[in-house]
């Protein structure tokens, strides 16, 4: 028996199926699960939507993302204050805006003196969940992985009851496009209880389906500069 194995035993010493059953993480994803054509197929595509989608974002005009940014601080305020009551003392975890994502560093800001303890992801460890580490206005940001800013190693790790997920793609039914490191799903999949996760992007990045695996996970509600999409009304 593999060293693996012998830690899934059962305290009875028996090791029948369901006793294995039992060890194995309730997120687990089984990338045999999937049929390997369709997958591939599903990568590629999604490999050119996300050129094409950065692209795009990269032509919007300044005047253009000021405005998206505003709109999207504004809608972003009236959820926490109709859903969270303005979530007062929850953790919120925001994104550092890279490669033309909105930019609501100034709700951080206001969200923070508000009451609402802010925290940023980090990757620690590649293709695993993301931790979060708390933020506050005075953080020295350090470069972490993909040169994303992030807060330093003695800035204390937290658990976010609510995240923001950036959008490079999205689709009305609630699926989200990133970076294809798989970081958002990974995360949503482990963090128990799940956090209510809002994702935020451009109107223009919709797409009619992001053709949905096993592994994605929806959002609760997309927010863009010209609407609320509510997806799922619990995680
Ligand atoms: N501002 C911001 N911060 C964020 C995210 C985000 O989307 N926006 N993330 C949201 O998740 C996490 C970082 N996401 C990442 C996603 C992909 C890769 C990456 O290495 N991409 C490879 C392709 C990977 C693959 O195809 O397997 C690449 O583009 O070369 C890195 C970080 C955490 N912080
Ligand atoms: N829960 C999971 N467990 C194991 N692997 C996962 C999980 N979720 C996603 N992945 C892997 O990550 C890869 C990329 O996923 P996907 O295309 O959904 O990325 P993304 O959501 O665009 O990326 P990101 O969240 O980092 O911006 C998938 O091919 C999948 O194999």
Redesign the pocket.
Known sequence: MSEAFKSFRCQSGFSSPPCYASGIAP???D?LA?DPQQ?AD??RW?RAE?DRLRAARRGLSIAERQRADAALSRSLRELLRDRFDGARGLVLSAYWPIKGEPDLRPLMTDLHLGGVEIALPVVETR?A?LIFRRWTPETRMIRGHWNIPVPPPEAPSVIPAIVL??L?GWSGDGF???????????????LKPRPFAIGIGFEAARLPT?YP?P???PLNVILTEAGSYPARQTG
């Open positions: 997120d687990y994803f990338p999937v997958a599903v990568g999604r996300r293709a969940p997920a950036p490079l989200r496009l990133g970076y294809g490191g798989g970081y958002f799903d990974r995360t949503l999949a482990a992001i695996q592994h994605d996970i």
